[in-house]
């Protein structure tokens, strides 16, 4: 009796022991993206610099991904819009793109007075789309136009244009986060720096100014001061991220806390054992076999 009761005791241990392998397994393991690649993407949209004064030139680069050879793609990519409705950056081009990444560039050149030409100094939005069959993939990216040469002014982007920036994992920047640290700390875009907006003015040292410094606040107001406050103390590439961290969240783009920024594991979610996928159907199992043994049990006492 005592080595059937053994028996079911380890089988019960065994059992626990796969399905909660499994379900630990499951839990850490990386999902693959939604995105993956069995579509086209725009990988990057960029412009050779940021900001741009008039009769300059302006280069511009986009990388589309296809997952195989397609023929008959449009692109499209057109903005800096005048308050004339004329379009100074206009490109089109119907192409056949190749499996992987495939690179498309063009000149253009602004109008010699910005003024006459309906352009006043500010932030401009250069939309791109790749158009095939049914399918439009669309991005934006922004440049800023001054008055005059080597003025330095905040480029306003888009949650979209920042997502886009992180995911490249380029060095030539740094994502800044100016809200308080009791709000900065439960939630905050993944990799942000923090230094609260009343902080900033006595602490610009701890920045590298020749990088790309990208702001956000809340909505966006407070880090409209901060690039302010940037560029006073000698920032020359800074960019306000519009609609802050709210307009982040309404994306659907991932935060962190800062509880999981420091863990040793990226990504881990301290998600209940109960909610780990296999436990439900271990415990299930599990509670047949020892209903089985009583049973058994009940008929060899009688």
């Known amino acids: 009796m005592k080595k059937k009761r053994l028996f079911v005791v380890l ?22 993206s939604a995105s993956g690649d069995d579509g086209i993407k725009i990988v990057s949209f960029s412009t050779d610099k940021d900001v741009y004064s008039a009769k300059e030139e302006m280069d511009v680069f986009l990388s589309v991904y296809s997952p195989e050879d397609i023929s008959d793609v449009l692109i499209k990519v057109s903005g800096v819009k005048s308050r004339k ?25 602004l109008p010699s007075c910005s003024k006459c030409a309906g352009i006043s100094q500010g932030t401009y939005v250069i ?10 993939v669309t991005a934006t990216h922004s440049i800023a136009i001054t008055s005059k ?8 982007i888009g949650v979209e244009e920042a997502k886009r920036m ?5 060095e030539d920047y740094i994502l800044l986060d100016v809200r308080t640290e009791e709000v900065y700390d439960p939630a905050h875009i993944p990799g942000a720096l923090s230094i609260p907006l009343s902080e900033l003015s006595n602490r610009t040292e701890e920045l590298n100014t020749s990088k790309k410094i990208v702001v956000y606040s809340v909505n966006g107001s407070n880090s409209t001061i901060a690039c302010d406050i940037l560029i006073k103390n000698g920032s020359k590439r800074v960019y306000n991220v519009l609609g802050g961290i709210n307009a982040w969240n309404e994306s659907g783009y991932a935060v962190v806390s800062t509880a999981q920024s ?26 047949l076999l020892v209903v089985a043994y009583r049973v058994r049990r009940r008929r060899l006492d009688e």
Request: aromatic share 10%; net charge negative; hydrophobic share 40%.
């Open 11 to 32: 089988t019960v241990v065994v059992l626990l022991s796969a399905f909660a392998g499994a379900g630990i397994q499951n839990a850490f393991a990386s999902t693959p």
């Open 262 to 287: 420091n863990s040793d594991l990226p990504g881990f979610n301290a998600t209940s054992i109960l909610e780990v996928p296999g436990f439900e159907a271990a415990f299930a199992i599990a509670a």
């Open 85 to 109: 409705g004329v379009y100074y950056v206009s490109y089109s081009s119907e192409q056949n793109l190749t499996a992987g990444e495939n690179n498309v560039s063009f000149n253009k050149t």
């Open 166 to 170: 992180i995911d490249s994992e380029s």
């Open 149 to 156: 040469p080597n003025t330095i002014i905040t480029v306003d």
């Open 127 to 136: 939309d791109a789309s790749v158009t095939h069959d049914d399918e439009v």
